[in-house]
């Protein structure tokens, strides 16, 4: 049964621009090409993505996610850090008053103004006006099975 169980990866960016990739598998060895692929996909240093793989501080246990490594962590990984960048899009062109930002080298730009997931995440976690329905904070979570 464990082998048809789902499995998870939960990205958060913190305020000060650091992040934390959870996974529900075990380590497998890959986990700085994870940290990689999320520091490619979000224009920041590796070092600054943490990878804690079988991460039951997050996930808990007992509750029957599959924890063999996977082949489709990558593409949960890209899936997450897509949800991420919208998130961030909505929310910088928040900050920025607009709607026409371009992702340009790890930053939401608009005309000389820039935001990076950096300042996003500061902005989300309570330094600026939220658009109506966004919650704060700067995470997100895919759930998949392969």
Known sequence: M????YRAV?????????MVLSLT???DGNEP????????????????????????DRFGTGHGFNE????????????????ILAKAKLL????????DLQWDNGAFVSG??????????LYAHGTGALPPGVEGGLDAQTVYKD
């Open 2 to 5: 464990a082998d048809e169980a």
């Open 10 to 18: 939960f990205l958060r960016v913190h305020p000060t621009g650091k």
């Open 25 to 27: 598998t075990r380590a």
């Open 33 to 56: 090409g994870y940290a990689q692929l999320v520091a490619d996909e979000l224009g920041v240093p590796a070092l600054d993505v943490k990878v804690v793989p079988a991460d039951e």
């Open 68 to 83: 063999s490594p996977s082949s489709g962590t990558p593409a949960a990984i890209t899936v997450a850090t897509g949800k």
């Open 92 to 99: 910088a062109g928040a900050d920025l008053g607009t709607d």
């Open 112 to 121: 000389a103004e820039a935001r990076t997931i950096a300042d996003v995440a």
